[in-house]
């Protein structure tokens, strides 16, 4: 088909577009990796002279790799506790109805529309008056909050492709309904249920607001040290930890896509 | 035979988080209408101080600013992920889709605290626009552009860009194509078919899109509180500035609930507003 040079213009307008767009969503990680390698410690743009020495101190400094493990600790508990609680969740609403069943999603799914801060806030509240106090099981309870409808969702959406005919055989042949679930549902939900942990850990990882309302200086998070560390010092210390940071999630998330299709994850594929 | 195996089992812990939840919402309502005592973290007797306190032209103000802060956002974001999730479930070329996909979602796994860094490196005084500028002399002398709400926007469109370019894709790339071709084979130009076709029926993730963009800024601490560096007030950083800098813990519950019902009110009005539009999405 002959293209008009009208449809032509309207091509190329779209591509210079989207290459600035890009561009805009790129710009900030180039600039930071370039300011990295500075040697100066003023942020200056562009750098006099290169070196290494902030990537040394992003590993050396010790509220990064303290907040690093907690932060790991964190995120591991969280993600584990939401996914099972979260899938067992959804299942029961994918397959009954009980009393209180949307009353129960709709708290469950709020943690998407109350800002951060409320949920940081009121967790923080609620330890100082029954005395729990600031540790890990209270950084983990709200971060199980946080992620839970995402872990929900993932499960939900694996369980309407799920096939029930394999359960009804399963059923048919004699199988009790703990077998069934072993054998037959679960196997089939893990990938869903591996995406929705992944979810959950790369979420909590890098929470923040919540976090740094619930924490202490004992359990705070690589998040919460990077915020106290950009607020003391002016160097790029944090630009290095900010590149590992980029170069790590880009890597894995090249690999998700090669192996995964991350489009598939995100239900953005087209049909 | 028992129709609901394991349904106890399966609700109970997601019950006992859901009480957690409600306990700690109930904490941040009791708190705010309790009295301030300075100096400790005690809390006195019931109260509409608070409520009152932030009828104040400087807690008035930090309100229209924070709407203010999110609708431009919002509006900004939609404006920029739209053409991204576009070419994302229109291309052909699968580099291309991957390229997008990846540029346009790692950020969305780097944290709020790392996206806001990089763009104090960008905007700041001897930052990389600042030294482009001078450099291509537009400028004389440094723009201030950090602490500024321009500077703070611009920022947060890119935090919130990549949740927004998901959920366009989502909704572009269930629309029927066959829509867009009857539309070509009957002569209708592209912008055309993109005005009549596209766009109205992507119209549900559009709202989605622009609601939850506006519920994420809404929550957005450090940008704010980074990049405004004080001089941006929004309700979020009030709230950190009210709890651990003057401990009125009271005061910060009132402003989060006040915060919380505005966050709801705009995106219940954002889904009435859109839903004209989504009946039309749904007949046409």
């Known amino acids: 088909m002959k293209r008009s040079p009208a449809t032509i213009a309207l091509r190329w307008s779209g591509r210079i577009i989207v290459a600035a767009i890009l561009l805009f969503v790129l710009l900030p990680g180039v600039v930071v990796a370039i300011s990295a390698f500075n040697d100066r410690a003023i942020l200056q743009f562009p750098p006099q002279s290169w070196s290494l020495r902030w990537f040394y101190r992003a590993f050396s400094y010790s509220d990064f790799a303290k907040g690093f493990w907690n932060g790991l600790t964190v995120t591991v508990w969280a993600s584990s506790i939401a996914v099972v609680v979260g899938s067992a969740f959804a299942f029961a609403i994918h397959r009954y109805k009980f009393a209180l069943r949307d009353f129960l999603e709709g708290i469950l799914l709020s943690p998407l529309i109350i800002p951060h801060y409320t949920v940081g806030l009121g967790i923080l509240i609620l330890a100082s008056q029954t005395g729990i106090g600031r540790g890990f099981p209270l950084v983990i309870f709200a971060h199980v909050v946080m992620v839970l409808p995402f872990v929900m969702r993932s499960t939900y959406i694996s369980l309407e492709n799920l096939d029930t005919r394999l359960e009804l055989a399963a059923s048919s042949l004699g199988a009790t309904p703990l077998r069934i679930l072993f054998t037959v549902t679960i196997p089939l939900l893990i990938p869903g249920l591996l995406s929705g942990w992944l979810f959950a850990a790369i979420l909590s990882f890098n929470e923040f607001t919540a976090t740094l309302f619930v924490s202490s200086q004992a359990t705070q998070t690589l998040p919460v040290a990077m915020y106290n560390y950009v607020r003391e010092f002016a160097d790029p210390t944090l630009a290095a930890l900010s590149v590992i940071y980029i170069v790590v999630t880009a890597t894995l998330l090249t690999i998700a896509n090669s192996f995964l299709g991350l489009g598939k994850i995100l239900n953005v594929d087209a049909h | ?284």
Not at chain 2, 18 to 29: E, K, Q, R, Y
């Open chain 2, 1 to 284: 035979m028992n129709t609901r195996p394991f349904l106890g089992w399966f609700v109970s812990p997601a019950g006992l988080v859901a009480a957690g939840l409600i306990a700690a919402m109930l904490a941040v309502f009791q708190y705010s209408v309790r009295a301030y005592i300075p100096g400790t973290l005690e809390v006195g007797g019931f109260t509409w101080a608070n409520f009152e306190a932030m009828l104040r032209p400087l807690y008035a103000l930090a309100f229209w600013n924070t709407v203010l802060i999110c609708f431009e956002t919002a509006v900004f974001t939609l404006l920029l992920a739209y053409p991204l999730a576009y070419t994302l479930t229109r291309t052909n070329s699968s580099a291309l889709r991957s390229f997008i996909l990846i540029v346009s979602v790692t950020p969305l796994f780097l944290g709020e605290v790392v996206r806001t860094y990089s763009w104090m490196i960008v905007l700041g005084n001897n930052g990389f626009l600042n030294t482009l500028l001078l450099k291509l002399g537009l400028v004389d002398r440094p723009l201030r552009m950090m602490f500024t709400s321009g500077g703070v926007i611009a920022a947060l469109v890119h935090v919130t860009m990549p949740i927004m370019v998901i959920m366009l894709a989502a909704a572009l790339s269930h629309i029927d194509r066959n829509y867009e071709k009857a539309a070509e084979s009957l002569g209708a130009g592209p912008i055309r078919i993109f005005m009549t076709i596209t766009l109205p029926l992507s119209m549900p993730g559009i709202v989605a899109g622009f609601s939850t963009a506006f519920a994420w800024t809404f929550s957005a601490f450090a940008t704010p509180q980074l990049i405004g560096g004080g001089r941006v007030a929004t309700v979020s950083t009030l709230i950190y500035q009210l709890g651990f800098s003057s401990f009125n813990f009271p005061f910060a519950a009132s402003l989060s609930i006040i915060g919380l019902a505005l966050s709801l009110a705009v995106i219940a009005l954002l889904k009435k507003a859109a839903s004209p539009l989504e009946r039309m999405a749904g007949t046409t």
